[in-house]
């Protein structure tokens, strides 16, 4: 298990080399191309290696971050990004998703291997979420920046809101399946090594669960968040699977989900080589941090910090909006 670990970082780590050394040469041998996108992306007149360095930076320390809260990578890069730096709101999005999506394929087929995600459960919700987040991606490129930015700040105040009342439940309480559920046969068993024994699991209120994905896939594809902090809670609160279960289901959920609406952002020119380069360099790296520091940090304050992070990156999004709409 060791070398296959071993092996995976290896070849992770040769992969986003290969990535930096291409986005390098490309702008070493196209200088003027690399400024043109860099100023088009931000409308800063700064060198054009200044701003994915930036990127870089706050990227790690994001991904040290979204490892230690539990949460995803996109969504604490597209507000703190589009709240605190000069990118065009739709190129932040567009990497946000891209971001979302390599921690969600890095971790999917592992999840899948040791029975954590399961299948039976992620395919009707990713249906339906992965629709309706290309419907969502389509109306956030088509709706004017002012007022997808304003949104953002709003929902952005609302996962702060979810994040602080949110209570995890391990093993939730099915006392009897709901019929849509026993037709899909959407249960199952996994070990607990925890309990040094095997769980068995189950699901109700589905068909509630299946209509609030509508809404979680339109809100990912809209602000490019990804949908973990959306995801956890209605399969674990909603629809009653276990708190781990819950967890790795949602983790390849995105795999599906942000993948839809990657596509649009990139058939419509939104995602960028050199904010997508180092964004995902780093967030995959402080991620690798992030998993060590975990060991030894206390979960409970690290949520705190990411709380507070959100809620003024959320403040600042919401008035960056308003101040487009000529409110502030």
């Given at each position: ?112 291997k040791k029975g954590m995600a399961d299948l039976r459960l992620a395919i009707p919700m990713a249906l339906i979420a992965s629709t309706c987040a ?39 309480d099915v006392q009897k399946p709901d019929a849509l559920s026993q037709a899909l046969r959407i249960s199952g068993v996994y070990y607990e090594p ?135």
């Amino acid at each position: 298990m060791q070398k296959t670990n071993k092996f995976l970082v290896l070849a992770v780590v040769i992969v986003l080399s290969l990535s930096v050394f291409a986005m390098i040469a490309f702008a070493t041998a196209n200088p003027e191309a690399a400024q043109e996108a860099a100023t088009e992306a931000t409308g800063s007149l700064k060198p054009w290696w200044f701003w994915p360095l930036v990127l870089f930076v706050l990227s790690f320390v994001l991904g040290i971050f979204a490892v230690l809260a539990g949460v995803g990578g996109g969504v604490l890069y597209v507000p703190i990004v589009s709240g605190f730096l000069p990118f065009h709101l739709d190129f932040v999005r567009g990497a946000g998703l891209i971001v979302a999506l390599a921690g969600a394929l890095a971790a999917g087929p592992g999840l899948l291997k040791k029975g954590m995600a399961d299948l039976r459960l992620a395919i009707p919700m990713a249906l339906i979420a992965s629709t309706c987040a290309i419907v969502g991606a389509m109306i956030g490129l088509a709706l004017p920046t002012h007022i997808v930015q304003t949104l953002l700040g709003a929902t952005i105040l609302m996962i702060v809101v979810i994040m602080i009342k949110a209570k995890k439940s391990e093993f939730p309480d099915v006392q009897k399946p709901d019929a849509l559920s026993q037709a899909l046969r959407i249960s199952g068993v996994y070990y607990e090594p925890t309990l040094d024994r095997n769980v068995s699991w189950q699901i109700h209120r589905t068909p509630v669960g299946l209509a609030l994905f509508v809404i979680i896939g339109v809100m990912a594809g809209m602000f490019g968040l990804g949908a973990g902090w959306a995801n956890v809670p209605v399969l674990n609160l909603v629809l009653g699977a276990p708190i781990k279960i819950s967890v790795a289901t949602s983790k390849f959920l995105l795999s599906i989900t942000d993948t839809s609406a990657a596509w649009i952002y990139m058939n419509n020119g939104a995602v960028l080589p050199l904010m997508v380069v180092p964004s995902v360099v780093g967030i995959m790296l402080g991620s690798f941090i992030g998993v060590r520091v975990l060991a030894v940090t206390k979960p409970a304050i690290i949520r705190i910090m990411v709380i507070v992070v959100l809620g003024v990156a959320g403040l600042k999004a919401l008035q960056k909006g308003l101040s487009l709409w000529g409110v502030f």
